[in-house]
T-cell receptor, first 110, second 111 residues
Framework: EDQVTQSPEALRLQEGESSSLNCSYT??????LFWYRQDPGKGPEFLFT???AGEEKEKERLKATLTKKESFLHITAPKPEDSATYLC???????????FGAGTQVVVTP | NAGVTQTPKFQVLKTGQSMTLQCAQD?????MSWYRQDPGMGLRLIHY???????DQGEVPNGYNVSRSTTEDFPLRLLSAAPSQTSVYFC??????????FGQGTRLTVV
C-alpha cells in the first residue's frame, strides 16, 4: 500500500533559523513527487515537482530534494511570510491522483 | 484568469439532505479531482476524472457521486449527507506533467 509520511507535524522557527522538512514515501512506480504550500482557509498552492532521485529544485528560500525513499524541503533563512502548512504528495498510477501526507505546519516568528 | 472556481464557499446541511458542490476550470486541463481535507489527515482523494465522460473512484468515494460531461466542469454530489462528511472539500485540475491547481475550497458542515 502506498504511503506518504511527513515529519515533523509542526515546526516553530525564529526568523533566519534554517531547517528542513521531511517527506518519506513508499510507492510503486513513482511518477512524481510534489510540494505544496497551504495558507489558512486557502487551497494548496503548487511549489515544486521532482521526478527522479537526485533532482533538486529551488525557489527563493525553499529548496526541494529527492532520494529513492524521501524528499526534503529546506527552508533557508526563513521569514514570517514563510509561515504555512507544507504538503508533500506523490503520484503513482495516474496523473489525476495525488496521495498526500498530513503536512508540516511551519510558524516563523520575528 | 480564474483558474479553478468552487461554489459555494460555505454550506450547512441537515443529515439526509443532498447537494452538489460545483467546480469549474478554465485552463483546459484534462484531469480533475475532488479531495476532502480533515484535521490531521491531509487531503484524501474522493473521485477523479481523466477526461470528459471518464471518472473513477479514489480513496474515499462512498457517499459521493461525480460526472464529467464537459472538460470545464466536475461537480461532486452528496447523495444523503452524514455528519462524517463534515469537511473541507477541494477541487483540482491537473496538467499532464502532474502539477495540480486547487480551488479555494468548500467548507461543509452536516448537522
Amino acid at each position: 500500500e502506498d504511503q506518504v509520511t511527513q515529519s515533523p507535524e509542526a515546526l516553530r522557527l525564529q526568523e533566519g533559523e534554517s531547517s528542513s522538512l521531511n517527506c518519506s514515501y513508499t510507492v510503486s512506480g513513482l511518477r512524481g513527487l510534489f510540494w505544496y504550500r497551504q495558507d489558512p482557509g486557502k487551497g494548496p498552492e503548487f511549489l515544486f515537482t521532482l521526478y527522479s532521485a537526485g533532482e533538486e529544485k529551488e525557489k527563493e528560500r525553499l529548496k526541494a530534494t529527492l532520494t529513492k525513499k524521501e524528499s526534503f524541503l529546506h527552508i533557508t533563512a526563513p521569514k514570517p511570510e514563510d509561515s504555512a502548512t507544507y504538503l508533500c504528495a506523490v503520484q503513482a498510477d495516474s496523473w489525476g491522483k495525488l496521495q498526500f501526507g498530513a503536512g508540516t505546519q511551519v510558524v516563523v516568528t520575528p | 484568469n480564474a483558474g479553478v472556481t468552487q461554489t459555494p464557499k460555505f454550506q450547512v446541511l441537515k443529515t439526509g439532505q443532498s447537494m452538489t458542490l460545483q467546480c469549474a476550470q478554465d485552463m483546459n486541463h484534462e484531469y480533475m479531482s475532488w479531495y476532502r481535507q480533515d484535521p490531521g489527515m491531509g487531503l484524501r482523494l474522493i473521485h477523479y476524472s481523466v477526461g470528459a465522460g471518464i471518472t473513477d473512484q479514489g480513496e474515499v468515494p462512498n457517499g459521493y457521486n461525480v460526472s464529467r460531461s464537459t472538460t470545464e466542469d466536475f461537480p461532486l454530489r452528496l447523495l444523503s449527507a452524514a455528519p462524517s462528511q463534515t469537511s473541507v472539500y477541494f477541487c483540482a485540475s491537473t496538467l499532464r506533467t502532474g502539477e495540480a491547481f486547487f480551488g479555494q475550497g468548500t467548507r461543509l458542515t452536516v448537522v
